[in-house]
């Protein structure tokens, strides 16, 4: 499995873009790269995935080097609904055992 | 669609009793999960299942069984509760498996004591 590292935690205000960079140096050449946000009392709600170069939906970007070894998700104007916890995955088709979720990082928007 | 629901919400047991959390999806997913997240940390994977009547253990998987006889459901079964087990449950169905989004539901909050 490949391990990921990212803050435990950010502050931003509202307004700014917020940018989470996720370490996976050892990433398989089948692997995926997810996110996923989860707010208090809630289980996690998919933001986006990607498995090389930028990927773009309406909530978020996910930007991924040529090397792989890290992805940085990409929030465009946070609002103070955006205050979450996002968890960066990594893995490929085999279900379960892939789907790892570190500590994620608590990104906290201020007015 | 009602998407993944969990009953109950909230539960308290008594150290050595048994409960079954229900868990239930009506989008036809194959793949469904059970995690547990302990406060403060991130979730972890107890059991999970690609298909009806198969099922394979995850990260922390002692403690609970889980069977799955039709596409809809999957329940955990704690066989014995202990203190240890107080966490957050959360269940979650995907259509496509690992390359695929998962969808949570709220989950169910159980505390023993």
């Known amino acids: 499995l490949a391990k990921t590292t990212q803050p435990i935690s950010m502050d931003s205000y509202e307004g700014q873009e917020v940018n989470i960079t996720c370490s996976h140096n050892?990433?398989?050449?089948?692997?995926?790269i997810t996110w996923y946000q989860q707010f208090p009392s809630q289980g996690p709600r998919f933001i986006i995935q990607g498995y090389k170069t930028k990927v773009t939906n309406e909530v978020a970007s996910l930007f991924i080097p040529a090397d792989r070894k890290s992805s940085t998700l990409s929030l465009p104007r946070v609002s103070l609904s955006d205050t979450a916890v996002y968890y960066c995955l990594v893995g490929d088709h085999n279900y379960g055992q892939n789907f790892v979720f570190g500590p994620g990082t608590r990104l906290s928007v201020l007015p | 669609n009602a998407g993944v629901t969990q009953t109950p919400k909230f539960q308290v047991l008594k150290t050595g009793q048994s409960m079954t959390l229900q868990c239930a999806q009506d989008m036809n997913h194959e793949y469904m999960s059970w995690y547990r997240q302990d406060p403060g940390m991130g979730l972890r994977l107890i059991h999970y299942s690609v298909g009806a009547g198969i099922t394979d253990q995850g990260e922390v998987p002692n403690g609970y069984n889980v069977s799955r006889s039709t596409t809809e459901d999957f329940p955990l079964r704690l066989l014995s509760a202990a203190p240890s087990q107080t966490s957050v449950y959360f269940c979650?169905?995907?259509?496509?498996?690992?390359?695929?989004?998962?969808?949570f539901g709220p989950g169910t909050r159980l505390t023993v004591t």
């Open positions: 979650a169905s995907s259509l496509t498996g690992g390359r695929g989004e998962q969808y």
């Open positions: 050892n990433i398989a050449t089948n692997d995926y």
